[in-house]
């Protein structure tokens, strides 16, 4: 069930014996020379659209604009502050807990986003679980045995084989892989700690962070999809307290 396509009474209906949403949240950066701009936000609408429509859960309109601020030196990224993003997500927040919703399931896709989630679940009027879509264990695993060290931390090959699979290709000339990345640079930029605009596109002219993104192939993204819907939705039930066997006698749901 999608919000955004719901009438008031119907969200009064689910009510009544449902107090669960969810909430896709990604970016509006660059990712990458055949990366799409919106790709965080379109890979956790997919998986959340997909595992809501499963767990039979309401999905909120997705957050798309939050802080990128180390890819500005891209154009057609679109960061906000950090203040900013928890401001909006805190008022989505305290609407849903006005109606009587009290389980707000996020599907995230960007590691900027986490820091200042986890903050607001820890004061958040209603219980939060946060889920990056590459969180789930087979879901990681197939990323992990497709790619490898080539996943890399951003415009990563599996995020844009998704992309691929349900929006566009871009096709241009192929690039030979990116600098690897040592596990203290991993360490020292998780959660998209980077730099200032300049020195980050000055360090990764092609937007990729030691990301091999011409790896990635509609297939994979698929693959990829169907795995993390397919566990997202499991973990959706969980938080909402329902049993597989309790949705399978509520096919409304």
Known sequence: MILQQMSWEEVETYLATRDDA???????????????????????TAVAEGASARAGAIMLPPVPYTPAPFNMGFPGTISVSEASFTAL???????LATHGFRRLYVVNAHGANLAPLKALA???PLSMRIRSWWDYEAT???RQSLYGEWEGMHATPSEIAITMARHRRIERAHMP???????????AHAGDRHGPPDEHRAQFPCGRVGSWSELARPDHGETLLDLAIGEAAQDMLDFAGIGAETQDQNPAT
């Open 122 to 124: 820890g004061e958040a």
């Open 22 to 44: 969810v909430l896709p949240v990604g970016s509006t950066e660059q990712h990458g020379p055949i990366g799409l701009i919106g790709t965080d936000a379109l890979c956790a």
């Open 140 to 142: 990681n695993a197939r």
């Open 89 to 95: 997500v805190s008022d989505i927040i305290a609407a």
């Open 177 to 187: 892989a990116p600098e690897p990345l040592d596990a203290a640079f991993r360490a």
